[in-house]
């Protein structure tokens, strides 16, 4: 088991920025993967990034590559996702989701065992 506490969101406006916090503990997350879904008012929840556990070369969704940075500092048990030239369409629940080692990295949710609460996003445009 791992548990994961997301912090840092907030009401910024667009073209700000703001710093997502996740924080696990009970145990090491130094050989998981690790992500960043969101979930916006009235839709599916969705991947945003991935980041394995040695930290290369984070994957990105689409509509958020060039403006997020997703990073972990193993021996902190931290993850950080840097957002940059935020939109009102980024407006959503931001979870924090580790799973278990394994190839590759996954922007398939059900393939990730443990979640946080959330951290809520709000961009006014």
């Known amino acids: 088991q791992v548990q994961l506490v997301e912090s840092g969101g907030g009401l910024v406006q667009a073209g700000g920025s703001l710093r997502l916090s996740c924080a696990a503990s009970?145990?090491?997350?130094?050989?998981?993967?690790m992500a960043w879904f969101r979930q916006a008012p009235g839709k599916e929840r969705e991947f945003v990034a991935a980041?394995?556990?040695?930290?290369?070369?984070?994957l990105y969704a689409d509509s958020v590559k060039g403006r997020f940075t997703l990073s972990r500092v193993n021996i902190q048990n931290m993850v950080y996702l840097q957002m940059n030239s935020l939109k009102f369409a980024d407006t959503a629940i931001y979870y924090c989701a580790a799973r278990e080692p394994g190839p590759g990295l996954s922007r398939m949710e059900n393939e990730y065992a443990y979640w946080g609460q959330g951290t809520q996003v709000t961009v006014s445009s």
């Open positions: 009970a145990r090491t997350i130094s050989p998981l993967p």
């Open positions: 980041i394995a556990e040695s930290g290369w070369r984070p």
